[in-house]
Every structure is written in C-alpha cells, then in structure tokens.
C-alpha cells in the first residue's frame, strides 16, 4: 500500500468513526493533500527549545527535510549534526550565513531565534534567494515586520510565519461550522492565553530580545485566534495592564494584559494575555445560534474542543509535522491554506499587538487602520 493511502486510512478511519463530525473529510483531506510532491529542504536556524521540538516532528513529515543547521554555538551544530544526520559541510555559524547561497540543499531557512533576531536574518535569507520561514511573533515591531515582507518580495521569496494553529484540524472544523453558520450571527471571542514563566534573566523577559513580554510570545495567540475564529479583522481595541512583580517584568515587559477588540459586524472579543497565571489556554466563540468552545486551544495538543452540538473527536497530530509538510505545498505547490500564513498575516498581529501597547500607555481606544 503507498504511503498516501496509508496516510488517509490513517487519518480517516477514526473519522469515520465518528459520524458527528461528518463534515470533516474535506478538513482531513485538505491536510492529506500536502503530501505528495517534492521535499522541501530546510535549513534551521537558532537550534533551542522550539528548534528541538521542530526538529523532532521533522522527523515524521512525508515533504520536509532538515538538510543544514545555523548556530551561534559550534558544539549545537556537532550535536545536532549527529542526531539528525546533516554532514558537516551543511552545518554553518551565523557568520558564515552567506555560504548559503546557491546550495541546492537548502529551499528555506526556518528562524527560530529570540524575536528581535527574525527580521535582521529573514532579510539575509531573503537576499541569498532562499525562502523565508520565522517563528513567531515575526518581529518585535511594525516598522521591522514590513522591512521583512518588503525585502522577500523584492527577492522573490515566500515569507512564512510559524502559526503552527493554522494547520490543526480541530480548529479548522470549527472555522468551518461558523462559516456554515452553525453558530449564527457571531457577537464574542474569548481568548485566554498565558503560564508562569520561569528564570527572570531569560530573554523572553528582555524588552529589547523579546519585543515585550507575554503579548509577544503568548498574547499573540488570543489575538490570532481571535481573527481567525471571527473571520474578521478587529478595527478597535483597548487595553489594561497590570503588574504584580516589578522586579521581574521591568519596564516594557508586561506581565498581564487584558485587551478589547471591536469588529466591524459588531463583535467583540475579550482577551487576557499572561506570564503569571498558569493553565490558561482557551476560546469561546459565541454567536446568535450556538457556540465553540476550545481548551486547550493552542498548546501542542492534543486540543480538545466543543461546540453546543458536542465535543470534536479529531485524532491528535504533531502541530510541527503537519505545519512543515504544509509549508513544503504552499512553498513547492503554491498552495493557498485556508489561513494565511504569510508575512501580512503576521504584520496584522504586530500590528495590534502595536495598537494594545498604546492603548495600554494612553488608556484610550485605539482605532487600527
Ligand atoms: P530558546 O531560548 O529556547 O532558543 C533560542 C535559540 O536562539 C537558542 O539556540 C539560543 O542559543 C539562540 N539565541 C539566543 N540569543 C540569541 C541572539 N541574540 N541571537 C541569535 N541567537 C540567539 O527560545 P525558543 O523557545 O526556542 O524560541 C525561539 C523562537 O521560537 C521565538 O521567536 C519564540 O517566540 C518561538 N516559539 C514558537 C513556538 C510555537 O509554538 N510556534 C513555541 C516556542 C517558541
């Protein structure tokens, strides 16, 4: 049996199985169908926490391959170079970034270092004509994440943001039914996103490394999350911040931030983006007809949601293995995914990430253009 088939009885069976979520072949085969084609190579670059469990998942993708590694640190390039088998010609520093260029071995360059690094590199990737894939949040701010999608367009690139959510089939079930209308007129989004956060010295906790605090690296996902559960973009938002520690979150770095956002059909959405309450990874969506509820909803998984019909059974996946054989069809395809990933679908998020910070400085409403 080819591995496609495999792979569709594989991801079918349960669903079959499960007459309450009929509408979800088409989810099913739309994440199938980046299966067969030409394997995109990928070059990682920044190999830390994240790097680790994308690499790993790499591991599984039936279209990705991580075929070159970019470190700061010579015995993480040994290390890894080992562990997943890229010879050390394909193995380089930061400084020797620019050797690059013309490997046939390397489509994409994957970043995944501290935020305030993703442009600067994007940028050189970009200019050393290979494809351009950053975690997120892409930027630390607006003026950066524009310079970033200017400079791969200008090469001829394809810029892409790690929204790994983009790809997960509960959520994507869920964009369906609202689309359906199944939950009627939408009105609310809640999205709760946050965790204690550890060591004070790390760079997550760093204005200049990270951007910000938690509305860089968790907030985002209630803000993302909220677009894409609505399926519109917010044109308002306020927003309140409070700070517990002040010794930890310095200056810049927010600790808590609860923020509004208004939509043009009249929706709203109330989020909590945090670094100082742990277990705090929900949506709601609530409309005229019915509602979804997801929890978790964008941890690793497996996520669980509902809506007022019943609970979504979809099997779990690895986030990052579907996300790299996505990325290798929209690279390799031109595939369009159902939620963009591109750099504008980030530079939206930095955006209002921009408007809560000054809704938070001036206490006023912020209206977003
Ligand atoms: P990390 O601290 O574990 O790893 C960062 C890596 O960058 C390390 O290898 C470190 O040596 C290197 N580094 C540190 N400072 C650097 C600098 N100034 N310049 C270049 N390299 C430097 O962090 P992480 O958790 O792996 O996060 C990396 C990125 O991935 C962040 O942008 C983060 O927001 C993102 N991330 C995304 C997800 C997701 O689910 N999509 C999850 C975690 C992290």
Redesign the pocket.
Known sequence: MSSRRNFIQMVSAPLLAMPFISQAESTAESLTSAEDGPILKVALL??????NIVAKAMQNCKRAKITALI???PS?LDQWGEKYNVPKTHRFS?EELNKIKNNPDIDAVYI???????PEFAIQVANLGKHVIS???MATNVKDAQRMIDACKKAGVKLLV?Y?MHFEPNTLEIIKKREAGEFGKILFFQGLSGFIIGDPK??RLNKQ?AGGGSMM?IGIYSINGARYMTGEEPIWVTAQETKTDFEKFKEGVDETIQFQMGFPSGAVASCLSTYALNNLDKFYLNGTKGFAEMMPSTGYGPIKAKTNKGELSYPHITHQTTQMDEFAAILHDGKVPKIPVDGEEGLKDMKIIEAIFEAVKTGKKVALK
């Open positions: 920044g190999l830390g926490g994240y790097a470190s700061g640190t993480k930061y995944m270092t501290p935020n305030l690094r993703h975690e997120k949040p790690g790994r790390q760079w490394l690296d």
